[in-house]
């Protein structure tokens, strides 16, 4: 079993920066892909960025890609993050899951999920 703790979020305003961070305990993190998702109130949870067990490949959705970089510390077993140029539409409930599969935009595809982080971006 692997258990996920993120932590990073807060109140930014508009155009500012965070940056999330995703601790992993239990199973060996380096056998795991990591996702980072997100749930807006009233709305479904939906995909942001994903990192390969190795780390080499990462995946972004459209809406964060260029302002947005994930990224893994493998000594610390922990996932990051960075979040630029956020925007009041970032706003939401973060969360990071694990896979033994291949980095996923299907949250079904993760069997470990940590507890939420709230970012909320003020405009």
């Known amino acids: 079993q692997v258990q996920l703790v993120e932590s990073g979020g807060g109140l930014v305003q508009a155009g500012g920066s965070l940056r999330l961070s995703c601790a992993a305990s239990?199973?060996?993190?380096?056998?795991?892909?990591v996702g980072w998702f997100r749930q807006a109130p009233g709305k479904e949870r939906e995909f942001v960025a994903a990192?390969?067990?190795?780390?080499?490949?990462?995946y972004y959705a459209d809406s964060v890609k260029g302002r947005f970089t994930i990224s893994r510390d493998y000594a610390q077993n922990t996932v990051y993050l960075q979040m630029n140029s956020l925007k009041p539409e970032d706003t939401a409930i973060y969360y990071c899951?694990?896979?033994?599969?291949?980095?996923?935009?299907?949250?079904?595809?993760?069997?470990?999920w940590g507890q939420g982080t709230q970012v909320t971006v003020s405009s």
């Open positions: 990192i390969s067990r190795y780390g080499g490949s990462t």
């Open positions: 239990g199973q060996t993190f380096s056998n795991l892909a």
């Open positions: 899951a694990a896979t033994q599969r291949s980095a996923s935009v299907r949250d079904g595809d993760y069997f470990a």
